[in-house]
């Protein structure tokens, strides 16, 4: 491992995390009692009140007052949900000061602090890593997609991901707010105050049938002052006038944003506001994940052609038999083990995955050489004669989105490394077979697919994964034949006009960061 870098040099510095609360508990109490709407049936009250119509004014003011509690109780109990959101989970971190490694309050942290990261630690702040070997990261808090990220020196870090493995140093360059979990939680938390479409209907009419109700009493309270009505009829009237102001109707609206919300709650969903409820049925385009949306976060074994003297029962058996004697646990040998359940046999040696060399290696106790599951291309690099057959299935495998594996065997062992301590590829070595897997998909997602798309909705997958194996999955989904797909890659070149077309034209986004996940669906928000 290189040397470690020697760390920030000053102490005694800080800076203060904030938490950025959704609301306090005196703004939802306010946003909800000072409306126009309780304040137009305050108003009926005094109405109501100065007629002698008591019993009226129960029934107003306590729908009214029925409709603050559940709004009360729903909001506030989405506020402390949110206040409970934390992507940083880590309470302390190590860093490095004048080359001593030390634990430290994260409010410790300061710009410019080398921080120490191994397996099961949480990454606190964002910066560059700038020594160690290569580290494996799940960012999928960040990002939903589930696949480990291998991460080199200057490759960057950012908070709220977790280390698998592997140990390295990283720079802190944004600490505290500023850092990428800090301003994912608290945009999480922010609170926005949107009207529904009917929400703005009903103001609407409300405020013409206020209006009409107080031309019509003005004129009542003339005829009675110049005496045309009497008093009698002339209260009569203006009780009949207040009727005008539709009470019962804010009173079901509200009922039915209740119900809404108690239902969608128990689907383990979040409503900040009840009129949450409405606004799904709004909906025009959904933006998916690929992983654990369309899939089940699961790969299998689609088809195996054997491109040696081994047939393919055997070769199977064979393959089950390498998944099962490795160390390492991981998606493809879990669907290998699934394809050809094997109870293992005893290893010689073993050479782990990593993405530095982009393949494993297993030598068996009682078989002779070493058995090779790569990457195609790094392993016909090291195949000239087979290279154009190799291609050929990377290509035909590329074009369905399926993942290409090449199994190989070489009568010698492992036993030379690079200058990077990784590794070489043993020296005779021959394929034996190409593997295809598949993403597999949900229980169920044709059927969602299809009922999105009998209620006129648009889906959109936006994903870390490759664009065309997104796009092939999405197909396989019923998502559609004529869908447009775009890398990160090629958004990342375009102007903000092409950009917001680009979004609209798109159905699959492949490769997208972060960033460019909030900067598409706010694309999308403001073409209505």
């Known amino acids: ?56 004014v129960v029934v107003v003011a306590a729908i009214v007052l029925l409709n603050v509690v559940i709004n009360l109780v729903q909001e506030i109990r989405a506020k402390h949900k949110l206040d409970n959101i934390a992507l940083l989970t880590r309470p302390k971190a190590t ?6 490694e030390q634990e430290v309050e994260l409010n410790e942290v300061v710009v410019g602090d080398v921080l120490v990261v191994g397996p099961g630690d949480q990454v606190v702040v964002d910066g560059p890593l700038v020594g160690g070997g290569e580290i494996k990261v799940d960012e999928s808090l960040l990002t939903g997609e589930s696949d480990l990220i291998p991460k080199q020196r200057g490759d960057r870090l950012y908070s709220g ?44 009419m409300i405020r013409l049938l206020l209006g009409l109700a107080i031309v019509l009493g003005l004129i009542t309270l003339l005829r009675m002052i110049l005496g045309v009505t009497s008093f009698t009829v002339g209260v009569q009237n203006l009780v009949v006038i207040v009727g005008l102001v539709p009470v019962g109707l804010y009173f079901m609206i509200t009922l039915a944003y209740a119900l809404g919300a108690v239902n969608i709650a128990q689907q383990s969903a979040l409503v900040q506001q009840a009129n949450a409820v ?118 035909t495998g590329a074009d369905q989105g399926l993942r290409v594996l090449l199994f190989a065997h ?83 070149q375009l102007d903000e006009a092409t950009f917001d077309q680009a979004a609209a034209e798109n159905s699959i986004f492949g490769r997208i960061t972060p960033e460019q996940k909030a900067r598409l669906v706010k694309s999308l928000q403001a073409r209505g």
């Open 95 to 100: 860093v490095l000061r004048e080359g001593q």
């Open 278 to 395: 409405e606004s799904i049925s709004n909906v025009d385009i959904m933006c998916i994940d690929k992983t654990g949306t369309l899939t089940a976060n699961r790969i299998f074994l689609q088809t195996l052609y054997s491109l040696g003297p081994i047939e393919q029962q055997e070769l199977q058996q064979l393959l089950g038999d390498y998944a099962a004697s490795a160390a390492a646990s991981n998606k493809t040998n879990d669907a290998l083990i699934a394809a050809a359940p094997r109870s293992g046999l005893p290893v010689q040696r073993e050479i782990p995955f990593s993405s530095a060399y982009k393949w494993s290696g297993l030598a068996f106790a009682e078989r002779p050489g070493t058995y090779i599951l790569g990457a195609p291309e790094v392993l016909a690099a090291a195949m000239p004669a087979h290279q154009e057959t190799i291609h050929s299935y990377m290509a």
């Open 410 to 492: 070489s009568p010698n062992l492992v036993d030379q490394t690079d200058q990077a301590g990784n590794p070489i590829l043993p020296a005779q070595l021959n394929p034996l077979a190409v593997l295809y897997f598949g993403d597999e998909l949900r229980s169920g997602v044709h059927q969602t697919l299809a009922e999105f798309r009998l209620a006129g909705i648009e889906v959109k997958v936006i994903s870390g994964d490759n664009p065309a194996t997104v796009a092939a999955l999405a197909k396989q989904a019923g998502l559609g034949e004529d869908i447009l797909a775009i890398s990160g890659s090629a958004l990342a």
């Open 1 to 56: 491992m290189p040397t470690p870098p020697n760390g920030f040099s000053l102490t005694g510095l800080s800076h203060e995390i904030p938490f950025n609360s959704s609301r306090t508990y005196w703004d939802i109490f306010r946003d909800n009692l000072f409306t126009f709407i309780n304040g137009v049936y305050f108003f009926l009250c005094l109405v109501l009140l100065s007629l002698g119509r008591v019993s009226d």
């Open 161 to 204: 991901s977790f280390c698998v493995s592997g140990r390295a140093y990283y720079e802190a360059e944004k600490v505290g707010a500023n850092s990428l979990a800090s301003k994912m939680t608290a945009e999480a938390r922010q609170f926005r105050k949107l009207l529904t479409p009917l929400q703005r209907r009903i103001n609407t």
